[in-house]
């Protein structure tokens, strides 16, 4: 059996890999405000899927298994200096590029000090929910069609995700009120989110580093220092 069919079997019906529709990078500010309710419960019918005899954390490989056994083994594996593959000795980059040592190692620890509150949260998690990824109607159909970074893990990634890749859209802000609304409750949110956060966040700008994209990196840099100040206000 294909990952792809692996994954579908897991998956609720009412989650789409097929989708028609536009991407919703495509959305501008007002259509994602009428419609972001939508996406979060689109993106929440991937986090009720079965992943029973799915082990561990991190990733999917084309068996549909996983790399890591905790979630502590999945968040500081991912920043391992002597790896295979493109990050091999991934930290030469702070003598070669933008990447700065001081900042990395701030967030990581930042992340390290959080662990403890996602360890044991376990869900499928489509992790790759940049709008570019994303197909919608915008007003009944939010599909998912790549699949190639899912994986398990605190299922906050996901919106995590979608936070980094437009924050000026205040996903935590909306995703909190959305919960709130719902009478849904999301033990250590603020903790939880934030250890997401700065796990993707490093991660994210470790890649633009090594592509000598700048200016995004300078854009991710701002938007990882001022979340905890909004984070902590929710």
């Avoid at 590029?97 to 509150?117: A, G, N, P, S, W």
């Amino acid at each position: 059996m294909s990952k792809d069919h692996m994954i579908r079997s897991m998956l609720s019906e009412k989650v789409n890999m097929t989708p028609n529709g536009r991407i919703a990078d495509q959305l501008n500010l007002e259509e994602f405000a009428e419609c972001h309710e939508l996406f979060f419960d689109k993106i929440m019918e991937i986090h009720v899927s079965d992943i029973q005899g799915i082990e561990g954390y991190g990733e999917f490989d084309e068996e549909c298994k996983t790399e890591y056994g905790s979630c502590e083994d999945f968040l500081i594996g991912t920043f391992a200096e002597h790896q295979e593959g493109y990050w091999y000795n991934w930290q030469e980059m702070f003598e070669t590029t933008i990447l700065d040592r001081e900042f990395f190692e701030t967030y990581f620890q930042e992340m390290k000090d959080r662990i403890l509150y996602c360890e044991g949260k376990r869900y499928l998690v489509y992790n790759n929910t940049f709008f570019v990824n994303m197909i919608t109607d915008g007003k009944t159909t939010v599909g998912f069609p790549d699949w190639s970074r899912s994986g398990i893990g605190d299922f906050l990634l996901d919106f995590v995700i979608m936070d980094l890749n437009k924050p000026y859209l205040r996903i935590p802000e909306l995703l909190f009120d959305y919960c709130k609304k719902r009478d849904m409750d999301i033990p250590d949110f603020q903790e939880r989110f934030l250890c997401m956060a700065y796990y993707k966040g490093i991660d994210v700008l470790r890649w633009h580093a090594s592509i000598d994209d700048t200016e995004s990196c300078r854009s991710i840099m701002k938007s990882i220092s001022e979340l905890k100040d909004r984070i902590y206000a929710l």
